[in-house]
């Protein structure tokens, strides 16, 4: 009975996020961690990569230092992530995180509107990939290699 529980809850989803493929990506305005506003729509032009997660994730923390070579990689390349934190304590336990990791790429704390645009985040971490014209194109649920990532992204810039 849990196992189908279990397959049942996966499918559902990725059904959901999946939904949102090849779909314009919902436009959000909100303030970084060094007091930046980031607006999706002024990022047209750059490949996005919309990145849910807390600072509790074994995962995420597993991903992240791959997230920031890439990043530092392809940035002048065109390439922009934007981190969304899902931490319920917010800031104060976000910033210190961010110190820690040398997180170079903008993290945002998710609200309201950013926690339910994307659809419903069941499971973190989950990456969300945008074109050039703003288009999600793919989405990841889970970890992500450095390897894997750099593909994708690589992919979408040429």
């Known amino acids: ?9 996966f499918s559902v ?17 909100v303030k970084a961690s060094d007091g930046s506003v980031i607006e999706l729509s002024k990022l047209k032009g750059k490949v996005v ?27 002048s390349k065109g390439l922009e992530i934007v981190g969304v934190s899902v931490d319920e304590s917010g ?3 976000v ?6 990791a040398n997180i170079t790429y ?9 926690k339910s645009a994307y659809g419903q985040i069941d499971a973190i971490p989950t990456t969300f990939f945008v074109n050039r ?3 999600i194109v793919d989405h990841h649920v889970g970890y992500m290699s450095k390897e894997a ?8 810039l040429e």
Request: net charge positive.
């Open 95 to 100: 910033k210190p995180f961010l110190a820690k």
């Open 49 to 75: 990569v919309i990145n849910y997660w807390a600072t509790w994730c074994g995962p995420c923390k597993l991903e992240i230092p791959g997230f920031i070579n890439v990043y530092n990689d392809y940035k």
């Open 1 to 9: 009975m849990m196992r189908h529980l279990l397959v049942l809850t």
């Open 13 to 29: 989803l990725v059904f959901a996020a999946g939904s949102l493929a090849q779909q314009a990506a919902p436009d959000f305005k």
């Open 149 to 156: 990532f750099e593909e994708k992204v690589k992919g979408l």
């Open 133 to 135: 014209k703003g288009m």
């Open 106 to 114: 903008p993290v945002v704390l998710a609200d309201k509107t950013l």
């Open 91 to 93: 800031w104060s336990v």
